[in-house]
C-alpha cells in the first residue's frame, strides 16, 4: 500500500507540474542550479551508457524528447530511477540546465 500511495503521490505531482506550460517554468528555473546537479549526479551514468562526457545521450540522431514537458518528465523519471530525492524545483533546474545546453525548446 506504502508503494502505491508513493506512486499516486508522485503521479499527482507530475500531473500538476506537466499542467502548466513547461516554458513558463524554465524561466522561473535556475540553470547554474541544474548545471551542478547535473554534473553531480548525471554525467557518470550517462558517460556510462554513451561514452565521453555522456552529452551524446541529448544530441543522438533518434532523441526521445522531442517537448518542454518530456524533458521535464525524463529528468523526473531519472530522479525517482536513482532515488536523488530532488525536490521539483532542483527537477526543473536541470531541465532549464538541459534545455538552455541541448535541447533549445521554445521559451
Known amino acids: 500500500m506504502v508503494k502505491f500511495t508513493s506512486f499516486l503521490c ?10 502548466t506550460n513547461a516554458n513558463d517554468l524554465f524561466s522561473k528555473a535556475d540553470a547554474v542550479a541544474g548545471k551542478s546537479l547535473h554534473e553531480k ?8 551508457s554513451f561514452g565521453g562526457d555522456g552529452s551524446a545521450i541529448y544530441t543522438r ?23 536523488l530525492k530532488w ?11 538541459l534545455n538552455q ?5 521554445e521559451k
Do not use: P
Request: overall charge neutral; charged content about 20%; proline content about 0%.
Open 87 to 97: 525536490f521539483d524545483e532542483e527537477e526543473l533546474n536541470v531541465a532549464a540546465y
Open 101 to 105: 545546453t541541448y535541447y533549445k525548446f
Open 10 to 19: 508522485c503521479f499527482l505531482s507530475l500531473t500538476i507540474s506537466l499542467s
Open 61 to 83: 540522431e533518434y532523441n526521445k524528447i522531442k517537448t518542454s514537458k518530456g524533458l521535464i518528465t525524463q529528468v523526473r523519471n531519472c530522479n525517482t530511477m536513482l532515488g
Open 41 to 48: 549526479n548525471c554525467i557518470s551514468c550517462h558517460a556510462s
